[in-house]
């Protein structure tokens, strides 16, 4: 029995190493700071204080991964957005400055990205507009391989704590929008298609998207 324990225990030491090799650091790159300080919003029940220690800066992923959703198509509940063109969800550039978010109208909406192909999710980065201090109300990120997201459909995020999207409460808490945006885990998840929801702010009814990231393989 000691022989087969310690040969166990080997074979899965030799498995973490080998899978440790199939691994690479993932940077995320910033936009440049809007403000200076954090400035607390309008108050939310589930609102999360700042904590700079907190911010996720690079992840381990395997070896591969890349921003799946760079130059994705981007479809919305929203198809004619207030401000700007769908098209900067997914440019690769979260900058916040004027002329590259997208706003779309109040209440209830969503922006949705197709991968292309189904593909194991690592993580998603998401930045709503971040040129001030406000937090985004229930936020809700999703994936699917159906395109209409009725069957199938994952839940990774969700800071809509009093179910007012009728998707179920949440217990993700919601936070003030700076230049680090919210990276969300998205635990390996196969799907193609990525659908982000919002309810306008703390500032106003408006909501607004600056890019969105989905970092993975690539997908056959």
């Known amino acids: 029995m000691k022989h087969t324990t310690v040969a166990l225990a080997a074979i899965a030491a030799l498995c973490t190493s080998v899978s440790a090799e199939d691994m690479e650091e993932i940077k995320i790159e910033f936009p440049k700071p809007m403000f200076i300080g954090t400035p607390v919003p309008a108050k939310l029940p589930n609102l999360e204080q700042p904590d700079p220690s907190k911010i996720v800066k690079s992840f381990m992923a395997p070896k591969g991964t890349v921003n799946l959703a760079q130059d994705k198509e981007v479809t919305s509940s929203d198809p004619a957005p207030i401000i700007g ?22 209440g209830p909406q969503w922006v949705q990205i197709d991968l292309g192909a189904p593909t194991s999710i690592n993580k998603i980065a998401v930045w709503h ?61 196969k799907a193609q298609y990525v659908r982000l929801y919002s309810n306008g702010n703390t500032s106003n009814e408006m909501n607004h998207y600056c890019e969105v990231a989905v970092y993975g393989v690539p997908g056959k």
């Not at 979260?94 to 997208?102: K, L, N, Q, R, Y």
């Not at 995020?157 to 680090?180: V, W």
């Open 85 to 106: 063109d769908l098209t900067l969800v997914t440019d690769g550039d979260p900058d916040g400055s004027d002329g590259c978010f997208v706003e779309l109208a109040p």
């Open 129 to 189: 507009y971040h040129k001030q201090a406000q937090a985004y109300v229930d936020v809700v990120v999703q994936v699917s391989d159906d395109k209409e997201f009725k069957t199938g459909v994952t839940t990774l995020f969700n800071s809509d704590h009093d179910d007012t999207l009728k998707m179920g409460a949440g217990s993700d808490p919601a936070y003030i929008e700076t230049n680090h945006g919210r990276v969300i885990d998205g635990k390996n998840t």
